[in-house]
């Protein structure tokens, strides 16, 4: 398996795009999934397969990759964005989730 | 919607179970995952179950001291965790695996299972 890093937190000004990056050796050959988790409440997805985006998720949000980098880009921030964001990969049959990112809107 | 059992407190070295029940969807079609949550920290894969056959994956972290069942008619499955220690104090989520597979993600969670293993 391997490991996939986030930074620890991530501050936006309401109505900015916040970028959030995940990297690890071999997330280039691998879907990455996203995840939202607000205080007190189970993850939520929100991007799949790189930049998918689940119905009922706002357009706002959107996913990209580029080698072995991952990035979750929220645009128009709003005060509900702020939440805890992981990223999620496979690593062979074994799921590998990073150490989670804190966005706060400032 | 999944539904998970009530909280719990532990003393170190009993075990745990923790059931997870779906509602609205065909149970057995789906692989379900079990994930925790230590306080503070990221969420930590546990495994996997598929709720048709029962086929298990688990992480190597666990392996030997968790278990994976399943009850259909019940659309149910639990996560038994043996030995318990201080440290396996967090929320456990079991979260279902989309039907478009792995790569689509996991679609819907259950509320979280609070365990604390306290002496």
Request: hydrophobic share 30%; glycine share 12%; charged share 15%.
């Given at each position: 398996?391997?490991?996939v890093?986030?930074?620890p937190?991530?501050?936006?000004s309401?109505?900015?795009t916040?970028?959030?990056?995940?990297?690890?050796?071999?997330?280039g050959?691998?879907?990455?999934?996203?995840?939202?988790?607000?205080?007190?409440?189970?993850?939520?997805?929100v991007?799949y397969?790189?930049?998918?985006r689940?119905s009922?998720?706002?357009?706002r949000?959107?996913?990209?990759?580029?080698?072995?980098?991952?990035?979750?880009?929220?645009?128009?921030t709003?005060?509900?964005?702020?939440?805890?964001?992981?990223?999620?990969?496979?690593?062979?049959?074994i799921?590998?989730?990073?150490?989670?990112?804190k966005?706060?809107?400032? | 919607?999944l539904?998970?059992?009530?909280?719990?407190?532990?003393?170190?070295?009993?075990?745990?179970?923790?059931?997870?029940?779906?509602?609205?969807?065909?149970?057995?079609?789906?692989?379900?995952?079990?994930?925790?949550?230590?306080?503070?920290?990221?969420l930590?894969?546990?495994?996997?179950?598929?709720?048709?056959?029962?086929?298990t994956?688990?992480?190597?972290?666990?392996?030997?001291?968790?278990t994976?069942?399943?009850?259909?008619?019940?659309?149910?499955?639990?996560?038994?965790?043996?030995?318990?220690?201080?440290e396996?104090?967090?929320?456990?989520?079991?979260?279902?695996?989309?039907?478009g597979?792995?790569?689509?993600?996991?679609?819907?969670?259950?509320?979280?299972?609070?365990?604390?293993?306290?002496?």
């Amino acid at each position: 398996s391997y490991e996939v890093t986030q930074p620890p937190s991530v501050s936006v000004s309401p109505g900015q795009t916040a970028s959030i990056p995940c990297s690890g050796d071999k997330l280039g050959d691998e879907y990455v999934s996203w995840y939202q988790q607000r205080p007190g409440q189970s993850p939520m997805v929100v991007i799949y397969q790189n930049n998918k985006r689940p119905s009922g998720i706002p357009e706002r949000f959107s996913g990209s990759k580029s080698g072995n980098t991952a990035t979750l880009s929220i645009s128009g921030t709003q005060s509900m964005d702020e939440a805890d964001y992981y990223c999620q990969a496979w690593g062979g049959n074994i799921v590998i989730f990073g150490g989670g990112t804190k966005l706060t809107v400032l | 919607q999944l539904f998970q059992s009530g909280a719990e407190v532990k003393r170190p070295g009993a075990s745990l179970k923790v059931s997870c029940k779906g509602s609205g969807f065909s149970f057995t079609t789906y692989a379900l995952h079990w994930v925790r949550q230590a306080p503070g920290h990221s969420l930590e894969w546990m495994g996997w179950i598929n709720a048709g056959n029962g086929n298990t994956q688990y992480s190597q972290k666990f392996q030997g001291r968790v278990t994976f069942t399943r009850d259909t008619p019940a659309n149910t499955v639990s996560m038994d965790l043996r030995s318990l220690r201080f440290e396996d104090t967090a929320v456990y989520y079991c979260a279902r695996e989309s039907a478009g597979g792995r790569y689509h993600g996991m679609d819907v969670w259950g509320q979280g299972t609070t365990v604390t293993v306290s002496s």
